[in-house]
């Protein structure tokens, strides 16, 4: 079973910085099957990046993601004040098929 | 616009049982893979079970299996999850989404949740 680490807990930056999250495997994840998600409080999980790199339905450009084998990274540009968050990454193995989420990054306004 | 809402949450006994019912809008219903997420109150994202379209095809986590049954009605458009023999540990949000993607490997769509309380 493959875990993702992702790191750091918690990210403390002011708007307009730049953040940059980071999840790691436990062994090589295809990059296809790698995807990242924003949670708020009290909402569902909101797909940002799948297959490591494309940014899904709607989702503003600041926000890119990157990486591939074990190491992949999520960063957002410039920070805007409704991007504080959880940032989940998750992947997909397939045999038998599965579904796993990293920990969880929280970045908070510092 | 994509609609999912689950309901059917509560408070139960260890023990005891619970259906939960998400019920989809706004797309095709019958043509996408689903699936139940959960999320332990303060705690991470746990996939829970996969469906697919016809309902022929179903996979479980291990934490669960053996005890929960998903299943799915295409012709009302809804999706259930029957949860027995409940533990503490099931205690969480629990979330259905839409499976996306070539081999339905990422969620795009997620419904606001229903909590599930396991509490003597």
């Known amino acids: 079973e493959i875990v993702l680490t992702q790191s750091p807990g918690t990210l403390s930056l002011s708007p307009g910085e730049r953040a940059t999250l980071s999840c790691r495997a436990s062994?090589?994840?295809?990059?296809?099957?790698l995807a990242w998600y924003q949670q708020k409080p009290g909402q569902a999980p909101r797909l940002l990046i799948y297959?490591?790199?494309s940014r899904a339905t709607g989702i503003p450009d600041r926000f890119s993601g990157s990486g591939s084998g074990t190491d992949f990274t999520l960063t957002i540009s410039r920070l805007e004040p409704e991007d504080f968050a959880v940032y989940y990454c998750?992947?997909?193995?397939?045999?038998?098929?599965?579904?796993?989420f990293g920990q969880g990054t929280k970045v908070e306004i510092k | 616009q994509v609609q999912l809402v689950e309901s059917g949450g509560g408070l139960v006994k260890p023990g005891g049982s619970l259906r939960l019912s998400c019920a989809a809008s706004?797309?095709?219903?019958?043509?996408?893979?689903m699936s139940w997420i959960r999320q332990a109150p303060g705690k991470g994202l746990e996939w829970v079970s996969y469906?697919?379209?016809?309902?022929?095809?179903?996979y479980y986590a291990d934490s669960v299996k053996g005890r929960f049954t998903i299943s799915r009605d295409n012709a009302k458009n809804s999706l259930y999850l029957q949860m027995n023999s409940l533990r503490a540990e099931d205690t969480a949000v629990y979330y259905c989404?839409?499976?996306?993607?070539?081999?339905?490997?990422?969620?795009?769509?997620w419904g606001q949740g229903t909590l599930v309380t396991v509490s003597s």
């Open positions: 706004g797309f095709t219903f019958s043509d996408y893979y």
């Open positions: 998750q992947q997909y193995g397939s045999s038998p098929p599965t579904w796993t």
């Open positions: 297959g490591a790199s």
């Open positions: 989404a839409r499976a996306y993607g070539d081999y339905d490997e990422f969620f795009d769509y």
């Open positions: 469906i697919s379209s016809s309902g022929s095809t179903i």
């Open positions: 062994q090589s994840v295809s990059s296809s099957y």
